[in-house]
């Protein structure tokens, strides 16, 4: 019975107040260490150690590998460690049934436990205390991400600021997410919002941010009660760190004013927020489901005239009173811009007078448009215009009834605007069918996985008319294509090379 091993262990368990099984696996590591140090450093070993009597076996190990695997770029790996690896057939010569990934165990004198070998556990121990601790820690903080969190300025770099959060643990403040001029210095107290918790080879690493838009609203979830107790709901924040930010907020019960309770008594709560982040202004907007009229309130404190939507682009056109344009646009088109990244439309402000021309333009421009195509009277086109149509294909199709109500429209007009329509939309679909006949696509180039005709004529254009044409491209060149993207050019080429990796 090794009683030496047996006392380590519980002295030292008792000491560090860790489990001995912990104990016992560290004494392993450091006679496994020890055995590398007397017979070679490439050497592999295994020590077992019996958790009642204390003996330990040594036993030297092998792995049997597979001379033919490949590495990552194609080339045959084989044996990289003669000491520590054999072939198949080498490990067969020693024990008849192995396998690939097996280990071949064969035993050896054993180094004898020593005040060395003890050192080497103590310090294996040790290592492994603060691997826990670090795991604990960051088992701990990943629970608490979207928190905001504080702390002490341990250390300030020029890219970094390290906040120290207290047993041990600390956070990264890098300076691209500190507000703008801001100082802070050794000892200073800072409030941060927790992004992530990443783990690296010095442990665990707590990233927070003082300028994310989540930093806003934790802020505002403090400061104002009710939005604690759920009777008010903060629908999402936009900002502009350290100048001004936007945030949105919807009362859930009727008779609270939401905007009014996060200004607070004299602008106490908004004001509290605003010092926090130096000096921000805060504008309050009161959300609504209704996309125009969420962006009515968050152009505030400018006044909307009028707004035109575009659903399919997810984009307004915001038309304020000709001396209302700068509020709406503010510094540096800081208003406008936070109110799209709050809102989540892309918004266009332009004046009333700028808004009347381009509509006078839209209207000449149409009504030409017209009389050229529909040869009827410049009052026939100006009442199509006003009734709402804005295309020849709608006058071609639309139904009946809807042509019969512009005014002056009789049954011999309607007949005749709808032979004219048919005859010039006729007349540009051959035009057009003539003119991409000139580069018409391959066949070999429509049958493409993942190509539709219009795609295939529009490659054509480019001079890109066969499979290979296509083949031989770059992502780059084919990214001026209207409505393509990197993924799916990607896509296209590969699909076109396809058949040059089945003929190899």
């Not at 490439?42 to 150690?49: G, L, Q, R, S």
């Not at 490949?70 to 067969?92: I, S, Y």
């Not at 968050?298 to 707004?307: C, L, N, Q, T």
């Given at each position: 019975?090794?009683?030496?091993i047996?006392?380590?262990?519980?002295?030292?368990?008792?000491?560090?107040?860790?489990?001995?099984?912990?104990?016992?696996?560290a004494?392993e590591?450091?006679?496994?260490?020890?055995?590398?140090?007397?017979?070679?450093a490439?050497?592999?070993?295994?020590?077992?150690?019996n958790?009642?009597?204390?003996?330990?076996?040594?036993?030297?190990?092998?792995?049997?590998?597979?001379e033919?695997?490949?590495?990552?770029?194609?080339?045959?790996?084989?044996?990289?460690?003669?000491?520590?690896?054999?072939?198949?057939?080498?490990?067969?010569?020693k024990?008849?049934?192995?396998?690939?990934?097996?280990?071949?165990?064969e035993?050896?004198?054993?180094?004898?436990?020593?005040?060395?070998?003890?050192?080497?556990?103590?310090?294996v121990?040790?290592?492994?205390?603060?691997?826990?601790?670090?795991?604990?820690?960051?088992?701990?903080?990943?629970?608490?991400?979207?928190?905001?969190?504080?702390?002490?300025?341990?250390?300030?770099?020029?890219?970094?600021?390290i906040?120290?959060?207290?047993?041990n643990?600390?956070?990264?403040?890098?300076?691209?997410?500190?507000?703008?001029r801001?100082?802070v210095?050794v000892?200073?107290?800072?409030?941060?919002?927790?992004?992530?918790?990443?783990?690296?080879?010095?442990?665990?690493?707590?990233?927070?941010?003082?300028?994310?838009?989540?930093?806003?609203?934790?802020?505002?979830k403090?400061e104002?009660?009710?939005i604690?107790?759920?009777?008010?709901?903060?629908?999402?924040?936009?900002?502009?760190?350290?100048?001004?930010?936007?945030?949105?907020?919807?009362?859930?019960?009727?008779?609270?004013?939401?905007?009014?309770?996060?200004?607070?008594?004299?602008?106490?709560?908004?004001?509290?927020?605003?010092?926090?982040?130096?000096?921000?202004?805060?504008?309050?907007?009161?959300?609504?489901?209704?996309?125009?009229?969420?962006?009515?309130n968050?152009?505030?404190?400018?006044?909307?005239?009028?707004?035109i939507?575009?659903?399919?682009?997810?984009?307004?056109?915001?038309?304020?009173?000709?001396?209302?344009?700068?509020?709406?646009?503010?510094?540096?088109?800081?208003?406008?811009r936070?109110?799209?990244?709050?809102?989540g439309?892309?918004?266009?402000?332009?004046?009333?007078?700028?808004?009347?021309?381009?509509?006078?333009?839209?209207?000449?421009k149409l009504?030409?448009?017209?009389?050229?195509?529909?040869?009827?009277?410049?009052?026939i086109?100006?009442?199509?215009?006003?009734?709402?149509f804005?295309?020849?294909?709608?006058?071609?199709?639309?139904?009946?009834?809807?042509?019969?109500?512009?005014?002056?429209?009789?049954?011999?007009?309607?007949?005749t605007?709808?032979?004219?329509?048919k005859?010039?939309?006729?007349?540009k679909?051959?035009?057009e069918e003539?003119?991409?006949?000139?580069?018409?696509?391959?066949?070999?180039?429509l049958?493409?996985?993942?190509?539709?005709?219009?795609?295939?004529?529009?490659?054509a254009?480019?001079?890109?008319?066969?499979?290979e044409?296509?083949?031989?491209?770059?992502?780059?060149?084919?990214?001026?294509?209207?409505?393509?993207?990197?993924?799916?050019?990607?896509?296209?080429?590969?699909?076109?090379?396809?058949?040059?990796?089945?003929?190899?």
């Open positions: 019975m090794n009683n030496e047996r006392l380590v262990v519980d002295a030292v368990s008792n000491e560090k107040n860790v489990s001995k099984e912990i104990v016992f696996e004494l590591a450091a006679l496994e260490s020890a055995s590398k140090k007397r017979y070679g490439d050497w592999e070993f295994k020590v077992i150690i958790r009642n009597t204390g003996d330990y076996e040594t036993f030297r190990t092998w792995t049997v590998i597979d033919n695997a490949l590495n990552e770029e194609g080339e045959v790996v084989g044996v990289q460690n003669p000491n520590a690896e054999l072939t198949l057939l080498q490990a067969q010569e024990e008849k049934n192995v396998k690939v990934g097996d280990v071949i165990k035993a050896i004198p054993s180094v004898e436990f020593g005040r060395i070998a003890a050192q080497t556990a103590k310090q121990i040790m290592q492994r205390l603060r691997a826990a601790k670090r795991d604990q820690i960051a088992e701990e903080y990943r629970a608490r991400i979207g928190e905001l969190i504080a702390g002490t300025v341990k250390k300030v770099t020029r890219d970094n600021i906040i120290e959060l207290g047993s643990a600390e956070a990264l403040l890098r300076r691209l997410d500190m507000l703008p801001e100082i210095r000892g200073d107290r800072v409030r941060a919002y927790l992004q992530d918790v990443r783990t690296d080879q010095r442990g665990p690493q707590l990233v927070v941010s003082r300028t994310c838009p989540e930093m806003l609203i934790e802020l505002f403090i104002v009660p009710e604690g107790d759920g009777l008010i709901e903060l629908k999402g924040a936009a900002r502009d760190p350290g100048s001004r930010a936007k945030i949105a907020v919807l009362a859930k019960d009727n008779r609270i004013d939401p905007v009014g309770a996060c200004v607070g008594m004299r602008g106490a709560r908004v004001q509290a927020v605003s010092s926090e982040l130096g000096g921000e202004r805060v504008d309050i907007v009161l959300w609504s489901d209704n996309p125009a009229q969420f962006v009515i968050s152009i505030a404190p400018a006044e909307v005239v009028s707004i939507i575009d659903d399919d682009a997810k984009s307004m056109d915001v038309i304020v009173a000709d001396d209302q344009l700068s509020a709406a646009i503010g510094r540096n088109g800081q208003n406008i936070l109110a799209s990244m709050l809102t439309w892309e918004l266009n402000v332009i004046s009333q007078n700028q808004a009347q021309t381009r509509d006078q333009e839209e209207f000449e009504s030409q448009l017209f009389v050229q195509h529909l040869q009827v009277s410049q009052e086109a100006e009442s199509l215009i006003e009734a709402g804005t295309s020849i294909e709608e006058i071609a199709y639309v139904p009946t009834q809807e042509l019969m109500e512009v005014e002056g429209m009789d049954e011999a007009l309607l007949g605007l709808r032979q004219h329509a005859d010039s939309l006729l007349t679909a051959i035009a003539e003119r991409l006949g000139e580069n018409a696509p391959a066949s070999d180039l049958d493409v996985d993942g190509m539709d005709k219009q795609l295939a004529y529009q490659l254009q480019k001079g890109i008319v066969t499979r044409d296509l083949a031989d491209q770059s992502v780059d060149d084919l990214l001026d294509i209207e409505g393509m993207d990197e993924e799916r050019a990607g896509k296209l080429i590969m699909a076109a090379r396809a058949h040059w990796f089945i003929e190899n």
